[in-house]
């Protein structure tokens, strides 16, 4: 017999119940909650969960996220979520959450303990630091391995790489969004792209060590890459034959699960009306022969630079959410 394994990914945005403006949480919980319920997932891997305490002293709850899932079928299932720099409790902001039906049997978080930060001294800040500074992520990265039949593993990735945004950089901006020197952009868009092909270097290297234990390791990497097809970051994690000119390798590659989409359909963002493949499911060889085929979630998805600047409080989520479908042999 085969099972049907539905995995998932959906970057909520900024999914918080405490007072944000215009947004009212009902009215996303209304929206949001259906999107989840049409994924019919057994694995969700989620992004931009925010987490807040009760109290002064008190531990940092999911309130948010307990409220969009009350009365589903994903409320009481096993959840891993990441920790903040010190590892003692969650991020305020954008924490990832692997919710899971499948039994976890154990998990981490990976942020800089692959790849050191690089040191960086920038030379457009006012004033200009003395010496290198080091250029660490934003985000660590989210690992879960889950129970299969017949003693089998399943290794599951999610990922939030940088956005291609600037970093700050002191005395080179005058508000939000208005640099005062192209200089000074050039060299924070320079630092962002370091973030993010350091971190997309990073996850690599956890695909290598779990390659390392497990030659045929179940894998499957998700989230939010903040990166299309053909770009430095997904590059780095997939490692194309193409990219190594090494047949050796092949087993190595992971393979994105859009590209049995046609291309008129293949787009989780759509950016000042250009539809771009932002999220994604990566999956090793060894899964991909368990591959059936990936939804994209993507009729109602809105303009992510249009759209707010049009809409008051829209509870939205500019991310479509997807999900593959696997065919797992011999469960009963």
Known sequence: MRHVLRIATFNLENLDDRPQGAIDFDD???????????????????QEINAHPVSKSGPR???????????????????????????????????????????????????????????????????????PEPVEWDRPILHAVLQLPQDRR???????????????????KERPGRWLSVGGWAEGFFLASIKQAGQALEVRLLVERILEDEPEALITVCGDFNASDR?????????????????????????????????????????????????????????????????????????????????????ESYHAPMVAEFAVPGAS
């Open 28 to 46: 996303r919980v209304a929206v949001l909650r259906p999107q989840l319920l049409r994924l019919r997932a057994d694995v969700l891997c989620l």
């Open 61 to 131: 709850l999911f309130s948010a996220l307990d409220r969009l899932l009350e009365g589903t079928g994903y409320e009481g299932w096993q959840r891993v979520t990441s920790l903040n720099r010190g590892g003692r409790h969650p991020a305020d902001k954008h924490n990832l959450i692997i919710i899971s039906r499948l039994p976890v049997l154990s998990h981490d978080q990976v942020w800089h303990d692959l790849v050191a930060p690089c040191n960086w001294r920038p030379t457009r800040p006012l004033p200009p630091p003395l010496t």
């Open 154 to 172: 399943l290794h599951v990735v999610n990922v939030h790489l940088r956005a291609p945004r600037a970093v700050w950089l002191a005395g080179q």
């Open 231 to 315: 770009e430095a970051a997904l590059r780095i994690i997939r490692g194309d034959e193409e990219d190594t000119g090494n047949g050796h390798l092949a087993m190595h590659m992971l393979v994105p699960a859009e590209r049995t989409l046609p291309e008129a359909v293949r787009f989780s963002v759509i950016h000042h009306g250009r539809p771009v493949m932002l999220d994604h499911i990566l999956m090793s060889r060894q899964l991909l022969g368990w591959y059936c085929g990936v939804e994209i979630h993507n009729e109602s998805l809105g303009d992510e630079l249009v759209s707010p600047a049009t809409i008051h409080g829209t509870p």
